[in-house]
């Protein structure tokens, strides 16, 4: 089967979804070898399955697993296994570990991830030349785009596109993204909270959505929670942290499923046994007593903090808390009940917590398969033609990123010659251009500290070169029209006019001069993106 796939990379976790042309939605897609399953409770309360690549990957006796495969092979715990890539990555932090007699980085084990779930991807379903979506924090920065874009250079990947998580989110959770609405991004994962205020911009060119109103965020997440139901279950059974550190591994994996089952359960129980002496450790968690210990280490109190300091962010750029149009809970610590009950008392019925799972992952699928969230063409399309004069091949724009859809009428004409005495079938070669963008700090130009002889220094602006990616779209079909007769060469003979119909499909009215024929009428060639 084929499909677009989309990515979105986590510090705990990681998602894949594809968006299926035949159905026309965007579904999750689970990986057999290395995916696991979640469960939550959709708005109708019904309970959903979610799967998931735990972002971990190990260099275990020279082999390399991923995922599911790294926690059933037991090397979760293991020096030669990598976890909270993203993170890392996120805020250059790159912590070599030397791994059978090589370095190993962070940004190459999270590379190496990246391109073990493509291939695996790639079994699932026909990417073909179809683009692949990567989800990007709101404020990412240039280098983690640029981390991003070398993978995809790795894995031969020709079409990618990035998307802000906020957006993706927005998406996921069947919001239309409409200019200057407000959302709030209550992103509560594994590894921190984040609350993101973000305003929808007029212009979204190359999957730059949003901007931030506000944030707010705390170094709390699920394994923060884990580490309290840790320490509590230590000191109920009258034991220290460093009594039991030789089964630390396997409290902390029991922990984090008692943790889980609480988010639906009323109780859950967590039992291990002590491997050298045969000693049972093992506690019961009412959910009330789960939501005391989340109360007495001050999680209702941080979250209420980040949220305020976001707030506040936005209230400075002349926005309020009622500008708000929808608060969005993703991320898996954002199940916990107590946690959503929290947010509900601030915000009301503004909160949407059916899709905290997959939402940025479908939201992205959903993007990158052409859905009905753009009323405009995103990417410039090209003409490719040789010349003569300077020996080498140009291209001349037909469709300008940003061109709304269905056009009114014809956008573009060029008149198509022979190459040849008595040729038969003409076409046009159609590229898809892609030009990346030069990020700087802030909205000012990227500067560079130069000194010159005399020893003083000025502020340059950098001169970045451009950067176009080609990708030929059809390929399969640069040959449309039939000469009857044949064509001579260099005979100005047939006019082509282009449009965009409603479909976002580049359509093609051909007439011949020299019968008076009209040989196509707004014919669709191929699909815009």
């Known amino acids: 089967m084929a499909g677009r796939l989309a990515i979105d990379f986590g510090t705990s976790n990681t998602r894949t979804a594809v968006w299926d042309d035949a159905v026309g939605e965007a579904r999750s897609l689970p990986i057999p070898d290395v995916s696991l399953k979640a469960r939550h409770e959709d708005a109708d309360h019904h309970a959903v ?11 275990a006796g020279k082999q390399v697993w991923i995922g599911k495969q790294v926690k059933e092979k037991g090397l979760a715990d293991s020096q ?12 250059r932090l790159e912590i070599p570990r030397r791994i059978d007699g090589r370095s190993v980085k962070v940004s190459e ?28 924090p709101v404020e990412a920065f240039e280098h983690y785009q640029d981390w991003l874009t ?3 250079d790795q894995a031969g990947i020709k079409r990618y596109r990035l998307l802000d998580e906020a957006s993706a989110a927005a998406l996921g959770y069947g919001i ?11 992103d509560f994962g594994g590894g921190t909270l984040d609350v993101s205020i973000v305003r929808m911009e007029k212009e979204a060119q190359g999957g730059k959505r949003c901007s931030v109103l506000g944030k707010g965020g705390a170094e709390v997440g699920g394994t923060t929670i884990d580490q309290w139901l840790f320490r509590d279950l230590c000191a109920r059974t009258g034991r220290k942290p460093d009594d039991v550190r030789h089964i630390s591994g396997l409290l902390l994996m029991e922990v984090e499923r008692a943790k889980e089952a609480l988010t639906t359960a009323d109780s859950a129980e967590i039992t291990v046994v002590d491997p050298q002496s045969g000693e049972i450790m093992s506690g019961r968690y009412s959910r009330s007593e789960f939501e005391d210990l ?8 941080t979250l209420q903090a ?31 009940p107590s946690v959503r009950r929290s947010v509900r008392q601030m915000f009301g019925r503004k909160v949407k917590t059916h899709r905290p799972l997959d939402a940025v992952v479908l939201g992205a699928a959903a993007f990158v398969g052409g859905a009905a969230f753009y009323d405009h063409v995103q990417h410039e399309y090209a003409l490719r033609y040789y010349s003569r004069e300077k020996g080498e091949h140009e291209y001349f724009t037909i469709v300008q990123p940003g061109t709304p859809y269905p056009t009114a009428g014809s956008i573009c004409q060029v008149t198509v010659r022979a190459s040849y005495d008595d040729q038969e079938f003409l076409g046009l070669e159609i590229y898809e251009l892609g030009r990346k963008e030069c990020f700087s700090c802030g909205d000012g130009p990227l500067l560079d500290l130069v000194f010159d002889p005399s020893g003083a220094a000025r502020f340059q602006q950098r001169e970045e070169p451009e950067i176009i990616s080609r990708f030929w779209v059809n390929e399969k079909c640069p040959t449309f029209i039939h000469a009857r007769p044949k064509s001579r060469r260099g005979e100005k003979r047939f006019p082509v006019q282009f449009s965009v119909d409603g479909n976002k499909r580049l359509c093609v ?7 008076g024929q009209v040989l196509m009428k707004d014919h669709p060639l191929i699909k815009l993106t």
């Open 176 to 186: 239309q993204l409409q200019a200057d609405s407000v959302y709030m991004v209550f």
């Open 509 to 515: 009215a051909v007439r011949d001069l020299l019968t």
């Open 109 to 136: 084990a999270g590379a190496d991830f990246l391109l073990r779930v493509l291939v695996y991807a790639a079994e699932a379903i026909d990417l073909g030349d179809e683009e692949v979506a990567f989800t990007v």
């Open 294 to 301: 989340l109360d007495e280490n001050g999680l209702f109190e």
């Open 80 to 91: 030669s296994t990598f976890r909270w890539m993203k993170r890392y990555i996120s805020n």
């Open 306 to 336: 980040a949220v305020g300091r976001a707030l506040a962010s936005a209230r400075e750029r002349g926005y309020e808390a009622e500008h708000i149009e929808a608060v969005l809970l993703i991320g898996g610590s954002s199940l916990i």
């Open 49 to 59: 399955e979610v799967p998931y690549i735990p972002s971990l990957i190990s260099y």
């Open 150 to 152: 070398r993978v995809c």
